[in-house]
């Protein structure tokens, strides 16, 4: 009997240590993680007139691009909401806007689109889109896609969001709208799910548009991690079936910005390479981006970027150089892909990318 009372005394001891472990080190956690820009500065009121990247040094109109989102609002049979990602759209308007390029807003349906607002994703652009009232005003009454007039525009770009799965592909005035513009050597942009509206899309020799194109778009590894059942849902995954299509398809790290072009086509992986995608679609247009001080979370992205590629040491000098010229790293977005690479059992990866947010933190700190 005592040997049984001994082991579950230890069995116990164990047990409390663990969790007093896992308590301190969820704390010491949390603290490395730098308060959001919310808790800071309330950045819900951000008005357009608020960001220097559009008021300073303004550019005379140039012309005008065209954005698409989607009309679908639910994902399939399921009934899970759905629609166009605001911040795939918001940052992207703001860059067009910023040199000098009008936007339009166009949906296959026409009329107010469904969106998803993700909070933790809400940056001061994105909260100036929802409170400019211009914006708003296309958002709400977007163009039907067939009373759209191509020749109207230097380029389109397709927003993402998973609702783009179901009413892209199919569309035959996206059709025709991409054909027009790959032909007349006009700019093409897409983020995300935003590629979707390129699948479907033959040339007049009969070839699919995407054929032996470079091509980057949300992969399955991305999809799969926040929806396991997704192809029970969507009518197929975005990269099979940019591939079956002859796609050369271009895969990055998972949940980092990734933007590919392919001579007028510009695409990009996920919603942190919506920054990029529409600064390329200005370079293709023969323009020098307007410069823009990157956000804390651009920072952050390029820091695990630095990691991935190359490891440890080069991201930690490229904490230094950033704390060297003023420029902040988003900790929360480090620690988010600290837990992805744990629940991944990457362990290894999970460990280093804690020890940058430690770092990150400490530096920031002098």
């Given amino acids: 009997m005592s040997r049984k009372k001994t082991l579950i005394k230890w069995s116990l001891i164990i047990f409390a240590t663990l969790i007093i472990s896992t308590v301190a080190f969820g704390f010491w956690f949390m603290s490395l993680i730098k308060p959001s820009e919310t808790t800071e500065i309330d950045i819900s009121k951000a008005a357009p007139?608020?960001?220097?990247?559009?008021?300073?040094?303004?550019?005379?109109?140039?012309?005008?691009?065209?954005?698409?989102?989607?009309?679908?609002?639910?994902?399939?049979?399921?009934?899970?909401p759905t629609g166009y990602e605001l911040t795939e759209l918001s940052r992207a308007y703001y860059v067009f806007m910023a040199n000098g390029f009008e936007v339009d807003i166009a949906s296959p349906l026409g009329g107010k689109p469904p969106v998803v607002i993700d909070d933790e994703d809400m940056g001061v652009y994105d909260y100036a889109f929802l409170n400019d009232t211009i914006a708003q005003i296309k958002v709400d009454h977007t163009i039907a896609i067939k009373d759209v007039t191509p020749d109207d525009y230097q380029a389109v770009y397709f927003v993402g969001g998973k609702g783009t799965m179901f009413d892209f592909p199919d569309n035959k005035y996206i059709q025709s709208l991409v054909r027009q513009y790959y032909d007349s050597g006009k700019v093409i942009g897409a983020v995300c799910h935003g590629p979707a509206?390129?699948?479907?899309?033959?040339?007049?020799?009969?070839?699919?548009?995407?054929?032996?194109?470079?091509?980057s778009g949300f992969t399955n590894e991305e999809e799969l991690f926040l929806i396991p059942d997704a192809p029970d849902i969507f009518p197929f995954l975005l990269q099979d079936k940019?591939?079956?299509?002859?796609?050369?398809?271009?895969?990055?790290?998972?949940?980092?910005?990734?933007?590919?072009?392919?001579?007028?086509?510009?695409?990009g992986q996920n919603p942190w390479s919506t920054w990029k995608v529409a600064g390329q679609m200005i370079e293709q247009m023969g323009y020098v981006p307007k410069k823009r001080e990157k956000t804390?979370?651009?920072?952050?992205?390029?820091?695990?970027?630095?990691?991935?590629?190359?490891?440890?040491?080069?991201?930690?000098?490229?904490?230094?150089?950033?704390?060297?010229?003023?420029?902040?790293?988003?900790?929360?977005?480090?620690?988010?892909h600290s837990i992805?690479?744990?629940m991944q059992w990457k362990l290894g990866n999970a460990v280093a990318l804690i020890r940058l947010l430690a770092y990150a933190k400490s530096i920031e700190q002098k």
Avoid: W
């Fill in 49 to 80: 007139t608020d960001l220097s990247y559009l008021t300073a040094d303004s550019i005379p109109v140039r012309g005008k691009i065209l954005a698409v989102v989607t009309s679908c609002g639910v994902m399939g049979d399921n009934g899970k």
């Fill in 242 to 267: 940019l591939v079956e299509k002859g796609a050369r398809f271009d895969r990055g790290s998972m949940y980092l910005e990734n933007v590919v072009q392919d001579g007028s086509l510009v695409t």
């Fill in 197 to 215: 509206a390129l699948i479907n899309v033959t040339l007049n020799g009969g070839q699919h548009l995407v054929a032996n194109r470079k091509i």
């Fill in 296 to 336: 804390t979370e651009e920072n952050a992205v390029e820091i695990l970027n630095v990691y991935g590629k190359i490891g440890y040491a080069a991201a930690r000098k490229h904490i230094d150089e950033f704390h060297s010229n003023g420029r902040l790293v988003n900790r929360e977005l480090v620690a988010v």
């Fill in 340 to 342: 992805v690479a744990a």
